[in-house]
């Protein structure tokens, strides 16, 4: 009975924070606005931008951050579309789709992207790059708008963008554990450079034999 009074509860708030679904909606007026704060935390702006900045960084640590956001990204991706795809809930009915969510909104709800990635960054950008009181609030207030877009688009029900935040945190905890430094990527380059010329050599060498039987 409590599990059937909370989905209700989830489907009921979900419903009166969809104000921005559609121009007819109570807040249609700002849907242009809250559609700009949701673009931005979408995972093409971020991957292009870390990418750019990881190709144009001019220290090692600042590439290994970005290399690493790039990871984070990439597996947040991942574990994104594998829970959508076990759980495979259905967007809100009054979601309405529009160019942009028409090629890069998936169809399944749960968890948000947009949550997990929001809370992901924020937590990295924490971490490795924020470091005054100002900007860590910037930061913070950002990944809280991005999630409330999602509601106030109605994308997604409270509970998606609930447990995508939390996800999100996590996921930042795995990414510590997984961090890769630059002289470990270095050491997988040289490492599987090493093989690849040492399968030339024996290719090499088998057909030297070859020609001394002919």
Known sequence: MS?????????????????????ESPWGSIRPLVRLVEFSGHVIPWLIGTLYTLLRGETVEEQEIMLNLALALLLDLLLVRLVKTLVRRR????NRADIFS????ERYSFPSGHATRAAMCARFLLAQLVDTASMRVLVVSWAALVSLSRLLLARHYVTDVGFGLAMGYCQYSLMERLWVTCDCLQDILLMRLGERLSRVYSGLWMTDWQYLFI
């Not at 989905?7 to 104000?19: A, I």
């Not at 028409?102 to 909104?105: A, E, I, K």
């Open 3 to 23: 599990r059937r009074n909370s989905c209700r509860g989830d489907l009921w708030l979900s419903k009166r924070l969809g104000v921005c679904a559609c121009e």
């Open 91 to 94: 967007r809100p009915v009054q």
């Open 102 to 105: 028409t090629f890069f909104v």
